[in-house]
């Protein structure tokens, strides 16, 4: 089936649509969609060459649909890439963006670094908070 039809199908029924004001932006949950945004462009589920960035006990996986996979097969379609979450920013980033620079989906590019940048941000440690100077007379006695 082509993506233009499974599109057509998905796009007014399926299970990931999240609408909330009537006539805001409609956003999607499903597995795949790296900006969340309900479109053709983004959806995990209509297009055949689709990269979802996940984060899994500590790493960020990047998975990307290999392109000669039957539609049945459901786990072995999927081509994973894991990023350690101390190999820092700069690293994940350049991981991130590999795909798009094969060829693979360029114009997801700032999607991906934009959600990759989000996890590796998320995974930082917190610095501690100074601690508060008291001030006035009163206050340091």
Known sequence: MSCDLQWLLLRNNNSFIVKRVPEGPVFSKEPGNLRNLHSYKYSGLANSKVVHVAEDAGAIKIY???????????????????????????????????????????????????????????????????????????AQQ
């Open 64 to 138: 990307t649909r290999k392109t000669k996979a039957s539609p049945q097969a459901v786990r072995s379609a999927y081509a994973v890439t894991s990023i350690r979450a101390r190999s820092g920013g700069r690293r994940a980033n350049g991981i991130a963006v590999a795909p798009a620079k094969r060829g693979y989906r360029p114009d997801l590019r700032t999607a991906a670094l934009a959600r990759v940048s989000a996890l590796v941000a998320s995974q930082k440690e917190r610095k501690a908070a100074p601690p508060k100077k008291v001030r006035g007379k009163k």
